[in-house]
């Protein structure tokens, strides 16, 4: 069954926020690293970037250095509150694009079952 658009348009914003949780969290694991700088993706680009060119879809997201972060002495500048709000942000997001799917394949199943009775 082929996937309908709303639904690849759904992976792809799961893939994207997927990465971007995976930078959070490897932030947070360097909390400790001399020199560590944070690093991000610009949301948006990244989603916009995967839904208009379906081949650039499946490649790792472009991620570049935070400016503007308070930085240690050491030279770290991961900041446990900003990962924290990002984790969360990215959690819900997530959770958001798992429940469209659902509501997109019940939508489906729904179609289907109609179409039997008739």
């Known amino acids: 069954m082929g996937s309908t658009p709303l ?8 893939n994207v ?8 969290v490897n932030n947070m694991a360097n909390i400790d690293t001399p020199g560590y700088r944070t690093r991000d993706v610009n949301f948006r680009a990244e989603l916009d970037r995967a839904v208009g060119s379906p081949q650039d879809a499946s490649t790792a997201p472009i991620a570049h ?10 030279g770290n ?10 984790m969360a942000e990215t959690q819900m997001q997530f ?21 039997k009775d008739s």
Do not use: K, W, Y
């Open 65 to 74: 250095t935070v400016s503007g972060l308070l930085r240690r002495p050491d």
């Open 95 to 115: 959770r958001m694009g798992v429940q469209f799917i659902r509501s997109e394949f019940h939508r489906l199943v729904t179609a289907i079952n109609e179409g």
């Open 17 to 24: 926020t997927s990465d971007r949780q995976s930078l959070v």
């Open 77 to 86: 500048d991961v900041s446990m509150d900003r990962e924290g709000l990002l």
């Open 7 to 14: 639904i690849q348009f759904l992976e792809r914003f799961l």
